[in-house]
Nanobody, 116 residues
């Protein structure tokens, strides 16, 4: 399995912004899908956004218009720009990597806390 290194989480006021980043610790298959899940206390894990190598994106309805997922294929890094943050966005955010024929890898999670 591939280790995913996440960064960018923290505490922010409602209405503020954060940017999460995630990069594999070693070389990965060239064609892949990367994205983000989140899990709030007492709730099920939720898919937030995904992005393919070619740049095709998908978002959960709850974050459309506020979050933007992007990637740098040269650096093999995925980002999640989070704007207009709400207390409901408070969760542990997990990076994922889906490699063709190689399965899924998960990051360790990074805490995002939005205060009112």
């Amino acid at each position: 399995q591939v280790q995913l290194v996440e960064s960018g989480g923290g505490l922010v006021q409602a209405g503020g912004s954060l940017r999460l980043s995630c990069a594999p610790s070693r070389t990965t298959f060239n064609v892949n899908v990367m994205g983000w899940y989140r899990q709030a206390p007492g709730k099920q894990r939720e898919l937030v956004a995904t992005i393919t190598t070619l740049g095709s994106t998908n978002y959960a309805d709850s974050v459309k218009g506020r979050f933007t997922i992007s990637r740098d294929n040269a650096k093999n890094t995925v980002y999640l720009q989070m704007s207009s943050l709400k207390p409901e966005d408070t969760a542990v955010y997990y990076c994922i990597l889906d490699q063709t024929y190689r399965g899924r890898s998960w990051g360790q999670g990074t805490q995002v806390t939005v205060s009112s």
